[in-house]
């Protein structure tokens, strides 16, 4: 008789997309396991109404994007959830733990979608529901009118066809996936816009001890987790989520040194504070918490607070 493993993901295209590119490699390695599907609505999608992330999360008593899935998890209704990586909190529910990131990683990059930079006017309108995004566009470009939107990536994309919108800002990985990267579009550099930490990455989340953590514990990619875990230490130590804008980018060299570099801003883009480093790749917690270090001492906290309070 075939093991059955249930796996758990949000509705969207993209999160469907995101669970067959997870699955394509196992197929042959676990020929004797029947992998299931179970969609699992969060806050951030049953509504559509408010328009801020972090909103949606004060409302929802958790992540916008991970709360239900993880008790979903933690209840035993599916066996293993498939995130987006970037839009699960650093600290993930008790009982439960994240597998080695697979890869390879998508793209990290972040892309502006209907235009490039250069080419958009002198007070254009630009959509972005994330306040990181929001504040390194103002550092950027503060002449710009930046408006939150939401939805999914094809909604958003139309925005700058069919709405009031001179451009979006999408994540490349979102685009890859689906096929949707439009025909004028700029990616934006990571040295100056760093991504989301974890943005491109999928996240693996199982229940601690349990068959399917164990059946899975192979898999994985030791490079990309380096990177990632690096990139959310920074975040873990700045008290930081999806609602602050704090960017990281993590990767790995050709002398297999890690290489990391991450940003503070204010939300209105007058203030950034930014710091590099380089260290073993087999600590990429350690190389995470000396980025946030330097960060914290070059004023990134006095940043975070103000928007805290705001």
Known sequence: ??????????????????????????AGQFAGVVFKREVILEGG??????????????TAGGSAFS?????????????????????????????????????????????????????????ATVGTGAPRRVAQLLALRPDLKVVPIRGNVPGRLARTTKGTLDAVVLAAAGLNRLGLTPEVHEVLDPHVFPPSPGQ???????????????LLAGTGNGEVDACVRAERAVLAELHGGCSVPVGA?????????LYLSAAVTSTDGSR????????????????GFCVAAELLDQGAAEILAAIRKA
């Open 249 to 257: 980018w993590g990767r790995v060299g050709w002398d297999g040194l």
């Open 200 to 214: 491109g990455a999928l996240g693996i989340q199982v229940r601690t001890g349990s068959t399917a953590a164990r």
């Open 45 to 58: 999608d049953q509504d559509r109404v408010t328009p801020t992330l972090a909103e949606v999360a004060r």
């Open 1 to 26: 008789m075939s093991d059955v493993v249930r796996i758990g993901s949000r509705a969207s295209k993209l999160a469907r997309t995101q669970v067959g590119e997870w699955l394509a490699p196992l």
């Open 272 to 287: 950034q504070v930014t710091a590099d480093a380089t260290g073993p790749a087999d600590e990429p917690d350690k190389l």
């Open 67 to 123: 709360s239900n899935q993880e008790a979903a998890l933690v209840a035993g209704r599916v066996d293993v959830i498939v995130h987006s990586l970037k839009d699960l909190p650093t600290t993930v529910t008790e009982g439960t733990t994240l597998l080695t990131t697979p890869g390879p990683r998508e793209d990290v990059r972040d892309v502006l979608c209907g235009a490039t930079l250069a080419e958009l006017p002198e007070g």
